[in-house]
C-alpha cells in the first residue's frame, strides 16, 4: 500500500488542486514529454520504460500511423512513408532544402515552389506540420495515460512547447500550428536552450553569467543567459537552424559514398531504401566513435553489393572539423552581443545529444578556456526545463520566483524603396517587444502602400526571409512625402509577430498576425482540425460547447478570485456592475449555444478591463516598496 | 499610465543613475507584469500584463544604454537631440568621425578583424568618456545645451560603434 503524503502546513495544496501541465521537446532526433511531480521534474517513460521517443513518423498501409522505435526500426525497409527529421522542414519551402538529393522522402514538386513544402506517403501528401502533430499527439497521450489526465485527476491544462532559440517566425508558428493540430493548448513556446538554463540554474542553484551550448539532431544554438535569483534573462541568442548531429552523419555517409566508388567504376544512384540504410550505419558509426577509436560499417545494398568499411575517430574528426567550427561563429557573434569577454563566463553548459561527440566538447573547452558542465543527460534537460516553465505557468509553484526574459532571435524589419530592409526591431530585444516607426509615400497621389515583413541580419531584403506581404490600401491622395504612415511591429511573449499599420490622418487600419507567406492558411488549419476530428458534424458542435463552457467557467472563476483579493481597489458600483455580468455568465453557460457562451466570456472580459488595469498598477507598486506609483513626480 | 520611464522605476530624472537599482525595480516589475504571470488569465488581464511589460521593457532598454538615456532625459527637457535643424557638430569631432569610418572601411577591405576591434576599443573607452561630460552637464551644471551637443556625439560613437560590430560578424 502507498503511503499517505503529507505536506507542510500552509505549503501545499490539495492534490486535486495541482494543475496538469507538461514539457515537450519536440526533437529533430529525439522528442520527451516531462512534467513536475511533487516538486520534482520527471521524463516520463512509455510503457516499454522508454523516455526518448525516436521523432519518426510512419503512415501504415491499413491507415494507421505508428510513431517512435517502431517507426525507426522501418525506416531503411520504407524510406518513402516513414518520416524523420521533419522538423527540419517545419515552416520551410521546397527551394529552402537545398540537399535533397540525399534525403529519401519524395517531395512534391507544387506550382509555387514557394509554398509549403509537402512530402508525397501512402496516407496522403503530409506536410511536416502535421508529421510533428502526429508526434506531439504520441506524446500527450503518454502523459495522459501516466497522469491519470480525465481519470480523475483533472485534464491536462497544457502544454510548454521547446523550439531552437534561432528558430524564425515561420518556424515557430508552424510549431504552434502543429500543436493545435494534436490538440494541445500551447501554454507558452519556449527556446530550448533557456529550457535547459532553467533545469540546470535551478537544479544547482547557480548565479552568474552561462553559455548555453546546444547542439542537437537538426539545429544549433548558443544562448548566453544571466542568472540571478530565479530569474534567466537571455543576454543574446544566436545559432544555425540547419546544422545539427545529422550533418555529421551525412559527413560519414558521403565519405562512405566515396569510398564506394573508388572501389567500383559502375556506381549508380542509390535508392531511397539505401541511402536511408547507410544514412543510420552513418549515425551508429558516429555514437561509436564517441567512447571508441574507431567504427567498423558494414551492410549488404539492395544490389547485392557488401559494403565494408572502418572509420577511424581520428578520420571522423577530419570529416567534421568544418562543422565544428560552423558553431563557433554563431558563439563569437553572441558574445560579441552580449558585449562579453571569456572570462565573465561562469560556466559553459552541454546541451543535445550531438555534444556528446568528443571533438565538439574539445572544441569548446579550447574557446572558452574551460571544461564545459556536463552534469545533467543533454537529451533530457530541454524536456526538464520545459517541465519546470510549464509548472510555472499554470501557476503550481507558490513562490513567484521563476522569471524568464527571453530575447527575438533574429532583427525583424521591413521593405523600403530600393530593396534595401528598415530594421525595426533589432534582433536580441527582451520580449515582448513593441515598436513603432513612421513611413511616407513616395509618389504624388499615392493611394495604396504594400508592406513587406523580413527577417534577418543582412541589408537587402533578397538576403533575408520574407515573412509577409499586406496591403494598405485608401491613404488620401497626398503629394509625395506627405503622408504618415505608422507601422507597428509586435513580438509577443512566444516569439511570434504581429504587425500594424495605420495611416496617422485619416486612421485607416491594416493588421496582419503575420503568416508566413508559405505557411498553413487559418482555411488549411481549420480543414485538418476538422478531419482530424472525425467528420461527425455533431461530435465537433459537442466539443465547441464544451470548449465554451471550460472557458466561461474558467473566467468566472478567474474574475470572483480577483473581486474577492483586490475588489476594495475599485468603487462598489463597478464592482457591482462586474457582478453583474458574472452572474449573466452563469446564466448563460448552462444554455447549450457555444456562440453566446463565447460571446458572454467576451462580455465579462470587457467589463473587467479598467479593473485588471488598475490590479495590474496595484501589484506592481506593491512590489516596488510599497510605493504608489503616482507619488513619484518628475 | 503616463509615467515617464524614471517615474517607472522610481529613479531621480539624472544621467548619472544607479544601474543596480534600475535592474532590481525592472526584475520586479517584471516578476509582477509578464505575461508568463498571466498564462491562464483573462484576456484582459493578458492585454494588460503585455502592455506593461513592454512598457517595462521599452523602458528598461533607454535606461540601461547612456546614448539613449542620454537622449530621452533631454526630450523630458524639451530638446530633440537629433532633431534635422540640429545637426550642427564642433569641426575637430567631424574630422575624427571621418577617421573612424575610413579606418573601419580600410580594415573591413582588408578583412582585418583585428584592428576592427582595435578600433571598437578605442570608440568604446571615447564613449567612457563621453559619459563622464554628460554627468557634469546633465547633473551638476544642468547644461541642456551643452549635454545636448555631448549626447550627438555619444549617439554618432554608438552608431559607429554598431556598424563596426556589424563589419567584423560579416567577416566572422
Redesign the interface.
Given at each position: 500500500m502507498a503511503l499517505l503524503q503529507i505536506s507542510e502546513p500552509g505549503q501545499s495544496a490539495a492534490p486535486h488542486q495541482h494543475k496538469l501541465a507538461i514539457g515537450i521537446d519536440l526533437g529533430t532526433t529525439n522528442s520527451l514529454v516531462a512534467t513536475v511531480i511533487s516538486g520534482m521534474a520527471t521524463v516520463l517513460q512509455d510503457e516499454h520504460g522508454h523516455a526518448l521517443l525516436p521523432s519518426v513518423v510512419r503512415y501504415m498501409p491499413d491507415g494507421s500511423v505508428v510513431v517512435g522505435h517502431e517507426a525507426q526500426a522501418q525506416q531503411s525497409h520504407d524510406p518513402a512513408n516513414t518520416i524523420a527529421s521533419a522538423k527540419r522542414f517545419m515552416g520551410r519551402s521546397l527551394k529552402d532544402i537545398v540537399d535533397r538529393a540525399h534525403i529519401p522522402y519524395s517531395f512534391v514538386d507544387s506550382a509555387d515552389s514557394s509554398k509549403l513544402l509537402q512530402l508525397q506517403t501512402r496516407a496522403g501528401l503530409k506536410t511536416p506540420v502535421e508529421i510533428s502533430a502526429d508526434i506531439l499527439k504520441n506524446l500527450k497521450a503518454r502523459a495522459e495515460k501516466s497522469l491519470g489526465a480525465d481519470g480523475g485527476r483533472g485534464e491536462l491544462?497544457?502544454a510548454v512547447i521547446t523550439v531552437p532559440a534561432y528558430f524564425d517566425d515561420a518556424q515557430r508558428q508552424a510549431t504552434k500550428d502543429a500543436a493545435r493540430l494534436a490538440g494541445l493548448n500551447v501554454?507558452?513556446l519556449l527556446n530550448e536552450p533557456t529550457a535547459a538554463a532553467v533545469a540546470y540554474g535551478l537544479d544547482h542553484a547557480v548565479e552568474g553569467t552561462f553559455v548555453i551550448y546546444d547542439l542537437g539532431g537538426g539545429t544549433f544554438d548558443v544562448s548566453i543567459l544571466k542568472l540571478?535569483k530565479g530569474?534567466f534573462e537571455v543576454l543574446a541568442t544566436n545559432g544555425d537552424s540547419a546544422l545539427g548531429g545529422d550533418d555529421f552523419d551525412h559527413r560519414i555517409y558521403c565519405w562512405i559514398l566515396d569510398k564506394i566508388r573508388d572501389g567500383s567504376n559502375t556506381f549508380s544512384p542509390l535508392g531511397e531504401q539505401d541511402t536511408r540504410l547507410l544514412l543510420t550505419k552513418a549515425r551508429q558509426a558516429k555514437e561509436w566513435l564517441t567512447d571508441n577509436h574507431e567504427a567498423q560499417i558494414v551492410c549488404r545494398l539492395s544490389n547485392g553489393s557488401l559494403i565494408d568499411v572502418t572509420l577511424s575517430a581520428q578520420q571522423f574528426v577530419e570529416l567534421t572539423q568544418q562543422l565544428v567550427l560552423k558553431t563557433l561563429?554563431p558563439t563569437?557573434?553572441a558574445m560579441?552581443?552580449a558585449n562579453l569577454t571569456l572570462d565573465e563566463i561562469k560556466g559553459v553548459v552541454l546541451v543535445g545529444g550531438a555534444t556528446r561527440m568528443p571533438q565538439v566538447k574539445q572544441a569548446i573547452e579550447d574557446y572558452f578556456k574551460q571544461t564545459p558542465l556536463t552534469n545533467l543527460d543533454p537529451d533530457k534537460v530541454v524536456a526538464l526545463g520545459a517541465a519546470i516553465?510549464a509548472n510555472?505557468?499554470?501557476?503550481n509553484r507558490s513562490d513567484?520566483d521563476l522569471?524568464?526574459?527571453d530575447v527575438t532571435p533574429l532583427s525583424l524589419g521591413l521593405e523600403t524603396m530600393g530593396g534595401l530592409v528598415e530594421r525595426i526591431i533589432p534582433r536580441n530585444?527582451?520580449?515582448?517587444?513593441?515598436r513603432a516607426q513612421d513611413f511616407t509615400t513616395y509618389k504624388d497621389g499615392q493611394t495604396a502602400m504594400s508592406i513587406q515583413v523580413v527577417q534577418g541580419?543582412r541589408e537587402l531584403v533578397a538576403d533575408c526571409r520574407s515573412l509577409a506581404r499586406f496591403e494598405l490600401r485608401g491613404i488620401p491622395a497626398m503629394v509625395a512625402g506627405a503622408a504618415r504612415i505608422r507601422v507597428t511591429f509586435?513580438v509577443?511573449?512566444d516569439g511570434l509577430l504581429s504587425v500594424s499599420a495605420r495611416e496617422q490622418a485619416t486612421g485607416i487600419e491594416a493588421h496582419v498576425v503575420v503568416k508566413p507567406s508559405y505557411g498553413l492558411t487559418e482555411d488549411e488549419i481549420t480543414h485538418m482540425l476538422k478531419s482530424s476530428f472525425g467528420s461527425a458534424e455533431v461530435d465537433k458542435k459537442a466539443r465547441m460547447l464544451a470548449e465554451a463552457r471550460v472557458n466561461a467557467g474558467?473566467?468566472i472563476s478567474?474574475?470572483t478570485i480577483a473581486l474577492s483579493h483586490d475588489g476594495n481597489l475599485i468603487t462598489s458600483e463597478e464592482k457591482q456592475a462586474i457582478e453583474v455580468e458574472i452572474e449573466i455568465l452563469q446564466a448563460i453557460s448552462q444554455t447549450d449555444d457555444a456562440v453566446v457562451i463565447n460571446q458572454g466570456v467576451d462580455k465579462?472580459?470587457?467589463a473587467?478591463?479598467a479593473?485588471?488595469?488598475v490590479?495590474?498598477?496595484a501589484?506592481?507598486s506593491?512590489?516596488?516598496?510599497g510605493?504608489n506609483?503616482?507619488e513619484?513626480?518628475? | 499610465m503616463s509615467l515617464n520611464y524614471y517615474q517607472l522605476f522610481y529613479l531621480q530624472p539624472l544621467f548619472n543613475i544607479a544601474l543596480k537599482t534600475l535592474e532590481t525595480n525592472y526584475r520586479q516589475i517584471q516578476s509582477e507584469a509578464h505575461p508568463d504571470r498571466f498564462v491562464t488569465a483573462t484576456a484582459t488581464e493578458k492585454l494588460a500584463s503585455m502592455q506593461l511589460a513592454t512598457l517595462a521593457n521599452e523602458a528598461y532598454q533607454t535606461l540601461k544604454n547612456p546614448a539613449s538615456r542620454a537622449k530621452y532625459l533631454l526630450e523630458l527637457h524639451g530638446i530633440n537631440a537629433i532633431n534635422e535643424s540640429n545637426t550642427s557638430m564642433p569641426t575637430d569631432f567631424l574630422m575624427q568621425q571621418m577617421q573612424w569610418r575610413e579606418t573601419l572601411e580600410d580594415a573591413s577591405m582588408a578583412h582585418d578583424i583585428s584592428t576592427l576591434e582595435a578600433l571598437l576599443s578605442e570608440m568604446q573607452a571615447e564613449a567612457k568618456s563621453l559619459q563622464a561630460d554628460l554627468s557634469l552637464w546633465f547633473d551638476e551644471r544642468k547644461d541642456y545645451a551643452n549635454a545636448c551637443e555631448t549626447t550627438r556625439k555619444l549617439i554618432f560613437i554608438d552608431k559607429v560603434c554598431a556598424d563596426i560590430q556589424q563589419a567584423i560578424d560579416l567577416l566572422d
Open positions: 491544462l497544457g501554454l507558452r540571478t530569474v561563429t563569437r557573434k560579441r552581443d516553465q510555472a505557468l499554470v501557476g513567484n522569471l524568464l526574459l530585444s527582451t520580449l515582448p517587444v513593441a541580419e509586435q509577443d511573449a474558467a473566467i478567474a474574475v465579462l472580459n470587457h473587467t478591463e479593473f485588471a488595469a490590479r495590474m498598477n501589484s506592481v506593491l512590489a516596488l516598496n510605493k506609483l503616482d513619484i513626480k518628475l | -
